[in-house]
């Protein structure tokens, strides 16, 4: 992970998507003065389950998984973190070890910040202290709605939702392709089934012509049809 010191917190515009925002000035100064920016390498930890963290990494550029590793060995995906977002916030708070792991899904640059600076300003400034409550809280409605989906619906209504949710979230390329490519393994790890499952739930939605692929990459070409689907009609 290569690091060096890149930019000025107070004129980035990253910190207007999280709670950085509500910072005076003068506390993001000091947050830059101690910041580290990281370089991750696709396939590279951001950090580990388990792992006790002394501050929090803010995510510049790039994407990443947050996933849970079960009893099993099975890894279970539960959050794709983008541009913005800050990883590891309640581990700082809680001053806990790490309950999910954080792998970048391609190169991505993050802000490395002490806890130090973060601790002083939830003490002190009760308007980024409500930020971070209502980020965490938005947090658990995901996790929440992620449990009902698991428990609710199908594995092709899970897999047909995680389609539209990444092209919803991460565009398409010119040519109509979903932008941000996962292997059919991450796929399965989304909605918690087999790779094997998942291979044939792709598969059948292509005889469909509801999507169509390349390699690992996914084209959405009835988006209706996938709704539908999804919404049990």
């Keep these: 992970m290569e690091e060096f010191h890149s930019g000025r917190c107070e004129n980035c515009i990253v910190r207007q998507l999280n709670a950085?925002?509500?910072?005076?000035?003068?506390?993001?100064?000091?947050?830059?003065?101690?910041?580290?920016?990281?370089?991750?390498k696709k396939g590279d930890a951001i950090f580990e389950e388990g792992e006790k963290l002394n501050g929090v990494f803010c995510?510049?550029?790039?994407?990443?998984?947050?996933?849970?590793?079960?009893?099993?060995?099975?890894?279970?995906?539960?959050?794709?973190?983008?541009?913005?977002?800050?990883?590891?916030?309640?581990?700082?708070?809680?001053?806990?070890?790490?309950?999910?792991?954080?792998?970048?899904?391609?190169?991505?640059?993050?802000?490395?910040?002490?806890?130090?600076?973060l601790t002083d300003?939830?003490?002190?400034?009760?308007?980024?202290?409500?930020?971070?409550?209502?980020?965490?809280?938005?947090?658990?409605?995901?996790?929440?709605?992620?449990?009902?989906?698991?428990?609710?619906?199908?594995?092709?209504?899970?897999?047909?939702?995680?389609i539209r949710y990444l092209e919803k979230n991460f565009g398409v390329d010119q040519e109509g392709y979903i932008a941000m490519t996962l292997t059919r393994e991450d796929i399965a790890n989304i909605v918690g089934t087999a790779k094997e499952a998942c291979i044939r739930t792709i598969t059948n939605f292509k005889k469909e012509k509801w999507i169509s692929t390349h390699g690992k990459r996914i084209k959405?070409?009835?988006?209706?049809?996938?709704?539908?689907?999804?919404?049990?009609f």
């Design 20 to 40: 950085l925002k509500t910072l005076s000035k003068e506390e993001l100064v000091r947050i830059s003065d101690s910041k580290v920016t990281k370089s991750i």
């Design 59 to 117: 995510v510049r550029n790039g994407v990443s998984k947050l996933s849970k590793m079960s009893d099993n060995g099975k890894d279970q995906i539960v959050k794709i973190a983008t541009k913005g977002e800050v990883l590891g916030q309640r581990s700082v708070i809680t001053e806990d070890k790490t309950n999910l792991s954080a792998v970048a899904l391609n190169d991505m640059e993050v802000c490395y910040i002490p806890k130090t600076h």
């Design 121 to 162: 300003s939830i003490n002190n400034n009760v308007q980024f202290t409500k930020a971070m409550l209502l980020q965490m809280a938005n947090d658990l409605k995901f996790a929440d709605d992620l449990i009902v989906n698991m428990a609710q619906k199908s594995v092709k209504q899970r897999i047909a939702e995680t």
């Design 220 to 232: 959405i070409e009835d988006d209706k049809a996938l709704y539908r689907l999804v919404e049990g």
